[in-house]
């Protein structure tokens, strides 16, 4: 991964790092996915560890959009965060994706 050029950007792509994360571990709506399948997770996708400067911020934008929610183990995904999981497979939600 190259250097964000924003830390805007860094929060967005660790969310989506995130969400590939419960993509990837299969988990279902309502289900906890815990840190420690969540940090090793990142630590593999963002070579460059950038997701260590905005983790928090990352997971209260994923919150915000109604994705994931906070528990004690790791984050539970959403119904709505479930559907947006699934719609991974045909879309690719990395940056400058839905710029023009």
């Known amino acids: 991964m190259d250097n964000l050029s924003s830390n805007s950007e860094n929060i967005e792509n660790t969310g989506y ?4 994360a419960f993509k990837a ?7 906890v996915l815990a840190w420690t399948d969540i ?3 990142l630590h593999k996708e963002d070579e460059n ?3 260590k400067d905005v983790q928090k911020r990352a997971e209260e934008h994923l919150r915000n959009q109604g994705y994931a929610t906070p528990d004690p183990a790791g984050l ?3 119904p709505v965060g479930y559907q947006a999981v699934q719609e991974l497979d045909d879309k690719d939600l990395t940056q400058g994706s839905h710029t023009e």
């Open 17 to 20: 790092l995130i969400l590939k």
């Open 39 to 41: 940090y090793p997770f």
């Open 49 to 51: 560890y950038h997701y």
């Open 76 to 78: 539970r995904l959403t």
């Open 25 to 31: 571990k299969g988990t279902q709506a309502e289900e």
